[in-house]
């Protein structure tokens, strides 16, 4: 059996770090744990510090390049809010060979800087939890390749490893599901990193029968004769459509026999004090969990009390 590189001694030190800075963040929380995140994260900085371009300046060795990554003016961290980027987001800086497509890049301006020098890109990757009680934790089957295996490695050598955050124009992050996307989103920002044309939504609520639903991520324009890239607008409203879908199902069907779902009840057109409906669930975001699914990455709404 052939050794994970990114699990050895070389790269003990560059996983600590990361897990460290994704601890409590809402893609640990919702994947499971910091590990799986920082196994994500790793490969993906692993490939760019590979094709990264020496030419001009040295290369440094690859732990190095990941804390710069995560880093600005001796701050780690990065404090986003300073730089009018949404609160709590972990940014990490976009490098020319990461390759991440321009919907995705947020920009911080230093004021006191040249303006050569001043402008900086980032992509948001993950986004801290401040209350870790109220992210929605998924679990199997949604993540398939976590459980070893060539398969797992070959599809996590690919893995899109960037979660698309649903950014309001006001900056907040997250939709609510009861809500009008289109009036809370940014008309202009589209999708367009997919390599495919459709995607199976996967919802695994704890206590709740899993759950897949496909979601096209193109539209058709009869001008052209091609396929488009669809709104980010459009991508949170199919997306919040098959999580309130879900929850229409799983409040007929009820929990799975021989489970409880604990405080994480589901009752849709429910008044009882600690049932979650669906005016009480925030979309934050999608995350690629294979090639072709992606798991919704979901908040109760601060204030909320739980069925205890």
């Known amino acids: 059996m052939s050794v994970n590189p990114y699990h050895t001694a070389d790269l003990a030190w560059a996983r600590n770090f990361v897990q460290g800075l994704h601890q409590n963040s809402v893609l640990s929380l919702v994947l499971g744990s910091s590990d799986i995140v920082a196994d994500r994260i790793l490969r993906m900085m692993y490939r760019n510090w590979q094709h990264a371009d020496s030419s001009a300046l040295p290369l440094p060795d690859f732990n190095h390049y990941l804390v710069s ?13 300073r730089y009018g980027l949404p609160r709590d987001a972990i940014l990490m800086f976009a490098y020319t060979e990461a390759g991440f497509d321009e919907s995705d890049i947020v920009w911080s301006c230093d004021d006191d800087i040249p303006e050569a020098v001043r402008w900086r890109r980032w992509v948001i990757m993950d986004i801290r939890a401040p209350d870790p009680s109220l992210i929605v934790p998924f679990s199997d089957p949604c993540l398939p390749w976590y459980k070893g295996g060539f398969r ?121 004090p600690g049932m979650i409906t669906d005016h009480d669930v925030i979309l934050l975001g999608v995350a690629y969990v294979s090639e072709g699914a992606v798991v919704p990455l979901l908040q109760v709404r601060p204030g909320f009390s739980f069925a205890r």
């Open 69 to 81: 990554a995560y880093q600005h003016r001796g701050r780690t961290p990065v404090n986003a809010e």
């Open 152 to 272: 797992r490695e070959a599809m996590l050598e690919i893995l899109d490893a960037l979660p698309i955050w649903f950014v309001q124009t006001n900056g907040t992050v997250g939709v609510p599901l009861a809500r009008d996307m289109g009036t809370l989103l940014p008309p202009q920002r589209l999708y367009s990193r997919s390599p495919t044309r459709v995607v199976a939504v996967k919802i695994a609520w704890p206590g709740y029968k899993y759950r897949k639903r496909p979601v096209s991520l193109w539209t058709w324009n009869p001008y052209k004769q091609d396929p488009t890239t669809i709104p980010i607008a459009r991508l949170a409203h199919v997306v919040a459509n098959c999580v309130r879908n879900f929850m229409i199902e799983a409040t007929k069907t009820g929990p799975v026999p021989g489970s409880s779902p604990g405080h994480w009840r589901i009752s849709i057109g429910s008044r009882a």
